[in-house]
């Protein structure tokens, strides 16, 4: 069965250098998949090209040496051009995540293939209309935020009075409900929205540094993979 029926993006994990302390993103994916997360994605705003080559490379041995029994499926944040030299080197890289302003899905889709994951973030006001009429042969998950406002992205958008535009857990149910194609949300997610994140009939949540920041990515990972669990709809 192809990749994009295996996905799954119940426990997502995004991470990049400029997020884990100095400490390596290799050891941080390593703990997370093994404590259950089921998704990665590599994404940097500092790292250059090579150096995400390379941080995709970590990211891909480190998910191979755990060899879970289900599928953890890595994408790269915006970089097509990283994806395809990866490619070509040999590194197992599944996909590519885009914000509304990247490349289009369209083309990401004709560089990559049937056979890869492409994922985008949804946070415009028009975001309603736009999950209604999404293409799903296109689109494989839809990224929505931030449920908080968080430190690791502050651009994610304003509303009218000039506050960060956050998402309620009412608004999210209801997009669930509407969107043909699986959602996940994040955006300064904490153990402690788990619950009625849960509820609300996403496939899942993504986090940054609520597990790149933790004392122990491990245990954190593995309280937040089992707190989805048990509270899942
Ligand atoms: N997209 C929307 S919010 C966000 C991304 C990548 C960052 C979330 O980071 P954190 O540390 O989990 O708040
Ligand atoms: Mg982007």
Redesign the pocket.
Known sequence: MDIRKRVDISAYL?IGPE?TKGRSVGIIIKEAVEAGFTFVQV?SKVASARELIQLTREAADAIAEVGKSHYVALVV?DRLDVILAARKEGIKVDGIHVGQSDIPVKVCREYLGEDSIIGL?A?TTELFEYIKTADASLLDYF?V??L?E????PD?GLDTNGKVLTRSFEEIAKLAKLSSIPVVV????KLQDIPQLAQTGVEGF?????V??ADDPKSASAELVDAWKVHKI
Do not use: I, M, Q, Y
């Open positions: 995004v997020n994404r944040n973030s946070r990224g935020g931030p908080h968080t430190l690791t992205k994610c994040g955006g300064g997610v993504f986090v940054v540094s609520a790149t920041k």
